[in-house]
């Protein structure tokens, strides 16, 4: 009886209470999944699993709707452990074993397992990978995942789910499964922690329990617990990955660094962080192993569909909105993973482009700082797991089905370039009209996405657009990018000025810097701080106003209350001092900055008078040039400004003010002496014009010259490069004869490999390629049924791989073929009875070098059945000619004996090798030479095919006188068209 799953009732959620802990803190779950064989696996595994381990182990077995389940009944005779069916809403208890009931997809939210109808994909169900994707968000960095024997690849992206999610993950050992599908792909994906049989699991799901957790920090309700670890241990492993790989984390997210530390740890079985370097430092090879742990490569074809729709209804139609057909479309990928998001991107263009995708030029660039998953994009491999989702009419365009599962088509793959490239420490690339960084930025820090959000602003051409995953936004970067599309994160660049201080190689600032490295460096300054405060105070109050201004005279610094003598002037915004400075102080600056440029000395003018206001100010003006200790850098000049406060004439010695004629003379004098300052002054300033222009002529004079001679060498450059011009063009027409023949070439080798691999699936011989190392270099589809061999078995050598046929000495046999250049050919059963004749030869590169072997397995079953079946028929004949009593003859197409049975010698007393061979007229010297006898087999049988009782008298030499009855039938083969005579001879001499 079928059982209908119930509907899923979502648990009611409950407030936390004070110091309750959260479901991952609570204990771990173990998610198994398993198929075909899996019950032997599963029971060999909870036998060997101790009951109190403090985990919660969920079984997820694929099992049949139409009957009932007996699985718990099973498992309970093999644990100690309560065996639970799965139930709505059931919360997991540590120390129990949960089955799933048949016909239902299982999930886990909230610590309690969920029921619902399976959802069914181009792949069929894939419930264990529901469960262990269900379980890596409920617990991300405590899960553990188990794939267990079965047919398929389902599991394999549950796996890659926990393996990201900071979870450990373990599969059983090929050779030890009774179906060794499932676990061979998850091997293959690469997300695998431990390959062991059965009884291992249990004993390495045994030492992780018993390790002992990571103290947790206090945290808000909720919220993901936040591992103690302490800081400097911490910054030394972020030394030695930065030495090793050349990759600085100090700035990735700390909770995604505690996860992946947590993680390794519990792999390495060490308690604490200091233990980890202990073991880092005897082992170097952790630290690759913690690196790649690091680089979560979190990515799927078609990663939210929605996102890519609206590339086509939003963003394509912009970027092709009256576009030149001759410039490329210039894409960038950062952070592209294992390529998935590469190809999706390319593959929704060259949808949305249609028919005139093939008249676009398209440069796609993709970059990840790991350079294992960059030659995986490159090589653009998938398994079936990873296409699962795609729909049948995608799979058939862009993609080719291969040994390994589906490669990208190479019409896509010949558009993208693939680096290593680290996205905060190299240049970037530029002119783009789409970025796509999706999931990148949530795993960096703050002070890392402050810096690689204006990279991306440079590279992005004008209306350019950028998309974000679907948890991250461009933050305090929002002056640069505008929001287009809110929920699937699509920005486009504004038409902003780039942050002055943006570069592309990263160096750590002193706000950037650890707590702990900011305090040792605090401590040591916090002295001289004060004392820059101090003085910046002393200056602020009794210095005089003043500007540093550069060689060309942009000031650089304001110092005071610069007001009185400078202010901006209307129109377009300036620095310049020149133009800053206030009517009548122009001049006398230009003199005084020219003379302390000219001297190198300080430039002091006293006596000036400032216009504006009531009354000219007096005022007093120093130039000091400021020198650098660093060679390369420009002068500086320290501008200062200082009023003189001029004191009231002093009254007279009766008391009385001078008269007016007396003041009136005195008024003029100063005047008179002022237009003699200010006409020596312009006196001054004439000469330094002058100087100046001398100067300049002298300048523009060299300057002549040296064009001059300039122009005369371009004009000889200019020659040679002419000439090189046409080497180039002469180069570039051999280079195009040379690209057409290559590929003309191309195509030709493209069609022979694919005529070689039709001619390869069509043969139905299983052929195994072997190099000298013994390694299997490629194998034909007829080898992979019958020596179950996968994709993964490429690269391995013939001692790592477990063969379906019995050949334990084949390793020497392929050892002899490759010395002795010879043809083994032998005749092998498989443990089926099934016959095979295994042949193997060297294999020959086309230099005639000896480059390995190959093997071939030819199916002689049916032969061989053909064989012993005519040897039984052979035997069952000649048995009865044997024991026949009267004398029998088999004569061939010329009367020539070809077997006699023994009755014939006895009868008429001749020997054996008197009889065979010879023709029946010469038997016994002639005495069967009898004309009745010829003319019955040369001229009655042919005619008859048959007699029957023929009677016929005859006198022998040595037996005397016969009357014999004589019966014989003429036979042809079908196959051979031989013609054969059987004759027998009854003796009736006695009869009445």
Known sequence: ????????????????????????????VVGIGASAGGLPAFLALLEHLPTRT???????????????????????????????????????????????????????????????????????????????????????????????SGTGSDGTRGLQALHEAGGTTLAQEPTSAHFDGMPRSAIASGFVDHILPPEGIAVTLAQLANLDPLPTLARAPGALPAHVLPEEELQRVFQLLRGATGVDFTHYKPSTIHRRLERRMQLCKVADLAAYLRRVEEHPEELELLHQDLLIHVTSFFRDPATFEALQQKVFPELFRDRPPHIPFRIWIPGCSTGEEVYSLLMCLMEYLGAAATGTPIQVFATDVSGTAIEQARAAVYPESSVSDLSPERLRRFFVRTEGGYQIHKSLRNVCIFAQQNLVSDPPFSRMDLISCRNVLIYLGPVLQKKVLPIFHY???????????????????????????????????????PQPNLTFTYRESMTERPPHARRKLTSGVMDLDAQQEADRLVLARYGPPGVIVNEDLEILHFRGHTGPYLEPLPGVASLNLIKMAREGLALELRAALHQAKKNASRVRKEGLFLSGGDRPRKMNLEVYPLRSAQAGVEHCFLVLFEEVHESSPPPTPNGRSAPQGTSDESERDLEVKRLREELLLTQEHLQTITEEQEATYEELRSATEELQSSNEELQSTNEELETAKEELQSTNEELITVNEELQNRNHELSQLNGDLNNLIGSTHIATVMLGNDHRIRRFTPMAEEVLKLSAADIGRSLREVKLALPLPDLESLVTEVTERLGVIEQEVRD????????????????????????????????????????????????AIVETMREPFLVLDAGLRVINVNPAFYSTFQVSQEQTLGHTLYSLGNGQWNIPQLRHLLEEILPLNKHLQDFVMEHDFDTIGHRRMLLNARQLSSETTGVQYMLLSIEDITRRT
């Open 1 to 28: 009886m079928k059982k209908q799953p119930p509907s899923p009732v979502p648990p009611r959620p409950r407030e936390a209470e004070p110091g309750a802990k959260t479901f991952l803190e609570r204990f771990p």
């Open 54 to 148: 403090g985990m919660a182990f969920v079984l997820v077995q694929h099992l049949s709707p139409q009957h009932e389940s007996s699985l718990p009944l099973l498992l309970g005779r093999a644990t100690a452990m309560p065996v639970l069916e799965a139930t709505e809403g059931l919360t997991l208890t540590p120390d129990h074993v949960y089955v799933n009931p048949p016909g239902v997809s299982l999930t886990l939210g909230q610590g309690a397992l969920h029921l619902g109808p399976p959802v069914s994909s181009t792949q069929g169900v894939r419930l264990i990978d529901d469960f262990l994707t269900s379980l890596s968000e409920e617990a991300p960095g405590r899960a553990i995942g188990v794939i267990l």
């Open 459 to 497: 590279a992005l051409c004008p209306g350019g657009f950028l998309m974000l995953g679907t948890s991250e936004t461009v933050g305090s970067s929002a002056d640069l990018f505008s929001l287009v599309d809110k929920r699937n994160k699509l920005y486009r660049k504004k038409n902003a000025s």
């Open 831 to 878: 443990n089926n009875g099934h016959w095979y004749s295994l042949r193997l030869r060297p294999y020959k590169s086309l230099d005639n070098k000896i480059e390995g072997a190959v093997m071939t397995l030819l199916d002689i079953d049916r032969l061989k059945s053909s064989l012993d079946e005519s040897r039984r028929s052979r035997e069952y004949a000649k």
